[in-house]
């Protein structure tokens, strides 16, 4: 017997990278326990608010992060499943069945990542509180919970909503607020567009990063990640499972299940580690240069003297200042830097390998392939196949 073909309404911004995840994940579950279903769609459900209450569908999936959603649907009564943030008071979900993000998880994942670098101070960059930023609200309150109760001080600025008109305004006070805090700090950013703030303030500034400030953000964002001279690092949500969640649950709810209040909290993937957090304690200042000086330029081919050139003191003096702090020497670090860098952009794009040689300052793929073999024992082909099969199977 077949199943019935239910129409299906996806109430989400297809404009945010989150809500593109949370779409792809229902896809997944579409697939996986083939349903037959007619799925109605827009990239932008705001221009059509008032058309739900008139929707004649058999399902809904919503984000109900935005309160004007929620207010539509809450009095629905058609099986619907909610998305959106996590709460701390229970009293504040929504009272239909509810699948959310973790805020708490997430903003643990990079405090966390930040703590474990040795660093005692930390410091979070939200957006102002307002209805439609109860998510932002939720981590921050989390952040200033988490980061007392180590003993530690929470340092937090909203900032303000930025826009074309108000850039320079907010990007002032960004810079004031960066300016004052104590260093070294890591800061926890409640987005990575709010992160790529940091790291473009940072530059401006010279403040190093993330010697001096370390950054992660929140969404993993592929499509930006690499906007900024420093790649930033970033905590994964689970937003797909969060999508093949809401879905097979709605599949139930249309097979006859009760499923009133029902609650699932997805935990973040993690924290896909990048530069802007790969902070190290350093104690003296010609090596915190150096190492600044080796992130940003080992893959423009510079050699040692180049980096003695500019922190200005003998080669001797600063190599044995070097291998003392690091544990390694200027050219090995030279080597590492590149070398991490060309394994990033194997796993995470798909850049010829010639162009990837180029990039990271190789004199040619023919070399990249030598280093390859030599430290992974594989090429960069394999390599690429290699980490993609591991990903899928995690």
């Given at each position: 017997m077949f199943e019935k073909r239910y129409r299906l309404n996806l109430v989400f911004n297809a404009n945010k990278v989150y809500d593109r995840q949370v779409i792809e994940g229902i896809g997944e579950y579409l697939q996986a326990a083939q349903c037959d279903w007619d799925v109605y769609f827009e990239d932008d459900f705001r221009s059509r608010l008032d058309g739900l209450k008139h929707w004649k569908g058999d399902g809904i999936i919503a984000d109900f992060d935005n309160p004007e959603v929620e207010e539509i649907l809450k009095g629905t009564q058609i099986p619907t499943v909610a998305v959106g943030g996590s709460y701390q008071r229970r009293d504040d979900y929504p009272q239909l069945p509810y699948v959310a993000t973790d805020n708490a998880a997430l903003v643990k994942s990079a405090y966390q990542h930040l703590k474990r670098k040795g660093?005692?101070?930390?410091?979070?960059?939200?957006?102002?509180?307002?209805?439609?930023?109860?998510?932002?609200?939720?981590?921050?309150n989390a952040f200033i919970d988490q980061v007392s109760s180590d003993g530690y001080r929470p340092h937090v600025y909203e900032?303000?909503?930025?826009?074309?008109?108000?850039?320079?305004?907010?990007?002032?006070g960004l810079e004031n607020w960066l300016s004052d805090l104590p260093k070294p700090v890591g800061i926890v950013a409640v987005t990575d567009s709010r992160a790529r703030h940091l790291l473009q303030v940072c530059d401006h500034l010279n403040i190093m990063v993330p010697e001096h400030v370390a950054i992660v953000g929140i969404d993993n964002e592929n499509m930006a990640r690499y906007l900024n001279r420093?790649?930033?690092s970033s905590v994964e949500q689970g937003c797909?499972?969060?999508?093949?969640?809401?879905?097979?649950?709605?599949?139930?709810?249309?097979?006859?299940?009760?499923?009133?209040?029902?609650?699932?909290?997805?935990?973040?993937?993690g924290v896909q580690e990048r530069q802007s957090s790969d902070y190290r304690a350093l104690k003296d200042p010609h090596v915190i240069q150096a190492m600044h000086f080796i992130r940003h330029n080992a893959c423009r081919g510079v050699k040692v003297a180049q980096v003695v050139d500019y922190?200005?003191?003998?080669?001797?003096?600063?190599e044995a200042r070097f291998i003392d702090e690091m544990?390694?020497?200027?050219?090995?670090q030279l080597h590492m830097t590149k070398f991490s860098r060309a394994c990033e952009l194997i796993i995470s794009t798909n850049l010829p390998f010639d162009e990837i040689?180029?990039?990271?300052?190789?004199?040619?793929?023919?070399?990249?392939?030598?280093?390859?073999?030599?430290?992974l024992g594989m090429t960069p082909g394999e390599y690429r196949v290699s980490s993609r099969l591991l990903k899928e199977g995690s």
């Amino acid at each position: 017997m077949f199943e019935k073909r239910y129409r299906l309404n996806l109430v989400f911004n297809a404009n945010k990278v989150y809500d593109r995840q949370v779409i792809e994940g229902i896809g997944e579950y579409l697939q996986a326990a083939q349903c037959d279903w007619d799925v109605y769609f827009e990239d932008d459900f705001r221009s059509r608010l008032d058309g739900l209450k008139h929707w004649k569908g058999d399902g809904i999936i919503a984000d109900f992060d935005n309160p004007e959603v929620e207010e539509i649907l809450k009095g629905t009564q058609i099986p619907t499943v909610a998305v959106g943030g996590s709460y701390q008071r229970r009293d504040d979900y929504p009272q239909l069945p509810y699948v959310a993000t973790d805020n708490a998880a997430l903003v643990k994942s990079a405090y966390q990542h930040l703590k474990r670098k040795g660093l005692t101070e930390f410091g979070f960059y939200g957006v102002p509180a307002n209805k439609y930023h109860r998510w932002s609200s939720e981590r921050q309150n989390a952040f200033i919970d988490q980061v007392s109760s180590d003993g530690y001080r929470p340092h937090v600025y909203e900032g303000y909503l930025t826009s074309t008109q108000i850039w320079e305004t907010a990007q002032q006070g960004l810079e004031n607020w960066l300016s004052d805090l104590p260093k070294p700090v890591g800061i926890v950013a409640v987005t990575d567009s709010r992160a790529r703030h940091l790291l473009q303030v940072c530059d401006h500034l010279n403040i190093m990063v993330p010697e001096h400030v370390a950054i992660v953000g929140i969404d993993n964002e592929n499509m930006a990640r690499y906007l900024n001279r420093t790649a930033l690092s970033s905590v994964e949500q689970g937003c797909k499972q969060m999508g093949y969640e809401a879905a097979k649950i709605l599949h139930r709810m249309l097979l006859g299940y009760q499923l009133d209040k029902s609650l699932v909290l997805v935990d973040p993937i993690g924290v896909q580690e990048r530069q802007s957090s790969d902070y190290r304690a350093l104690k003296d200042p010609h090596v915190i240069q150096a190492m600044h000086f080796i992130r940003h330029n080992a893959c423009r081919g510079v050699k040692v003297a180049q980096v003695v050139d500019y922190i200005g003191i003998s080669r001797t003096n600063l190599e044995a200042r070097f291998i003392d702090e690091m544990g390694c020497s200027m050219h090995e670090q030279l080597h590492m830097t590149k070398f991490s860098r060309a394994c990033e952009l194997i796993i995470s794009t798909n850049l010829p390998f010639d162009e990837i040689a180029r990039t990271c300052g190789y004199p040619s793929v023919q070399y990249m392939y030598t280093v390859s073999r030599k430290n992974l024992g594989m090429t960069p082909g394999e390599y690429r196949v290699s980490s993609r099969l591991l990903k899928e199977g995690s």
